[in-house]
């Protein structure tokens, strides 16, 4: 699977952004999707995730109430919603498909089978 992440910019602290990840095949192909996002001199770490059957999602605790995944099945696209974003939300952001958790979506970076290009992410303070 092909999956091409866009969306990015430049925002203002407190302002909104819209990630998508659009998939080269139907979602239900695989089990889950999920949003990562790596800042200079930092380790990628996982942001959100949902189970492409069950629509089961999950946040990491510093986006959770600001941030919010969903997924389009028709479009074969998942979706970030990125509200209220703070300058320490600038990082390139990754999507990606797992093929093995179709119940709770997996957080660990290893988990997942594909991955995006990426789409940069900047919050002006």
Same mark, same amino acid.
């Given at each position: 699977?092909?999956?091409?992440?866009?969306?990015?910019?430049?925002?203002?602290?407190?302002?909104?952004?819209?990630?998508?990840?659009?998939?080269?095949?139907?979602?239900?192909?695989?089990? /889950?999707?999920?949003?990562?996002?790596?800042?200079?001199?930092?380790?990628?770490?996982?942001?959100?995730?949902?189970?492409?059957? !069950?629509?089961?999602?999950?946040?990491?605790?510093?986006?959770?109430?600001?941030?919010?995944?969903?997924?389009?099945? /028709?479009?074969?696209?998942?979706?970030?919603?990125?509200?209220?974003?703070?300058?320490?939300?600038?990082?390139? !952001?990754?999507?990606?498909?797992?093929?093995?958790?179709?119940? =709770?979506?997996?957080?660990?970076?290893?988990?997942?089978?594909?991955?995006?290009?990426?789409?940069?992410?900047?919050? =002006? =303070?």
């Amino acid at each position: 699977v092909q999956l091409q992440a866009s969306g990015g910019g430049l925002v203002q602290a407190g302002g909104s952004l819209r990630l998508s990840c659009a998939a080269s095949e139907s979602i239900f192909s695989f089990d /889950a999707m999920g949003w990562f996002r790596q800042a200079p001199g930092k380790e990628r770490e996982w942001v959100a995730c949902i189970t492409s059957n !069950y629509d089961t999602t999950s946040y990491a605790e510093s986006v959770k109430g600001r941030l919010i995944i969903s997924r389009d099945a /028709a479009k074969s696209t998942a979706y970030l919603q990125m509200n209220r974003l703070e300058a320490e939300d600038t990082a390139v !952001y990754y999507c990606a498909a797992d093929y093995l958790h179709p119940i =709770s979506c997996p957080s660990r970076v290893g988990d997942y089978d594909y991955w995006g290009q990426g789409t940069l992410v900047t919050v =002006s =303070s």
